[in-house]
């Protein structure tokens, strides 16, 4: 079973070595999808709390993430190393099988983490 809860954060960066628009600092609200992978438990018909995902990425990704400048965070704040640095914090604490950050209504990234971070 697969089970997504969806986060917004609000926070700025800029793209160092990148020419164009966002190579100045900008801000963005992003969308955020946490999806991760669970047996059905026949005991409560639940795979997996959605509160105990809340919980862990408010702690985790959104206590430091929202309201910041992304590039005190990472060295390119792009949103494919958003989606990597997430998948590294969450990895220990969730069984994780997609992470997707929007960084408009009409552009996200998907990410299903390494081979080596399935094993």
């Known amino acids: 079973m697969l089970v997504t809860k969806e986060f917004t ?25 946490i999806t991760v992978s669970a047996p059905l438990d026949p005991k409560t018909g639940i795979a997996f709390d959605f509160v105990k995902i809340k919980d862990i990425v408010q702690q985790k990704v959104l206590s430091k993430f929202d309201h910041s ?5 990472l060295e390119h704040p792009s949103a494919e190393n958003i989606a990597i640095l997430v998948w590294k914090t969450l990895k220990k ?11 408009t209504a009409t552009s996200f990234v998907t990410y299903h983490g390494e081979e080596s971070d399935n094993l």
């Open 9 to 33: 954060f609000d926070a700025a960066h800029y793209l160092p070595n990148y020419h164009g628009k966002c190579e100045k600092m900008h801000g963005h609200t992003y969308t955020m999808q």
């Open 93 to 103: 604490d969730l069984p994780l099988f997609e992470i997707k950050i929007w960084e």
């Open 69 to 73: 400048l992304l590039n005190d965070i």
